[in-house]
């Protein structure tokens, strides 16, 4: 009697491309990275680097319930220090088609929105989000790090001494990346593995992350 087949996983790898259709790469099994290599539009571009060099504190929260005619007006509160420079709801027009297109990619009812002015390294070890996934966009400054499967191994995670110093990948700013977790389905074990970048002294970054919570 032949021995039942265990059906074999699928190659874990990372995709990337132009248009915001790359972004949909994500849904496929074994993909833990979904790169939209976008450039910013020159306003927003703007309007990030304006508010990184006033280096105001930027530490916003907030959960967007999709479906309620508050959903948009919410997002006015980020950065609601910044609302009177130029390219503000530009920019707020960006974080909510963001906003909305990953709900309606994944079918996500309530989202949580971060948004942050770093001057430092929030997360610098190489490391696995404990989310199903994750959209991470930079608005200013340098992007976040990644490795592809197999640079590192998974159990030295959160040990400097075994972080790679070479074969880094790094996201650019204004690309906007989809990150698989530890808690997508059929993903366990093979979260992509990123880090934040260093920051040199008096460097920042804008940074935007948005989470599927429900």
């Known amino acids: 009697m032949l021995a039942a087949l265990t059906p074999l996983r699928p190659l874990i790898r990372q995709t990337r491309g132009e248009t915001p259709l790359a972004l949909s790469e994500i ?117 976040s790090q990644w490795l592809r499967e197999g640079v590192m191994d998974r159990r030295h995670l959160g040990q400097p001494e075994a972080e790679p110093t070479a074969r880094v990948e790094q996201i650019l700013c204004g690309e906007v990346a989809l990150l698989k977790g530890s808690k997508w389905h059929g993903n366990e074990g093979h979260g992509l593995i990123h880090r934040s970048p260093a920051l040199k002294e008096g460097e920042r970054r804008l940074i935007l992350t948005l989470d599927w919570l429900a």
């Not at 910013?40 to 680097?49: D, R, T, Y």
């Open 27 to 143: 849904l496929e099994d074994g993909v833990n990275l979904a790169l939209w290599q976008r450039q910013l539009p020159l306003h927003i571009a703007e309007f990030g680097a304006l508010l990184v060099s006033l280096n105001e504190p930027v530490a916003d929260s907030l959960v967007v319930e999709l479906g309620s005619d508050e959903a948009v007006s919410n997002l006015q509160g980020l950065a609601g220090n910044c609302r009177d420079l130029e390219g503000y709801e530009g920019f707020i027009a960006d974080v909510s088609w963001l906003t909305s297109a990953f709900a309606c990619l994944l079918g996500a009812r309530r989202i949580g929105v971060r948004l942050r002015l770093l001057d430092k390294a929030m997360c610098p070890r190489f490391h696995v989000d404990h989310v199903p996934v994750r959209l991470i966009t930079t608005y200013a400054g340098v992007g």
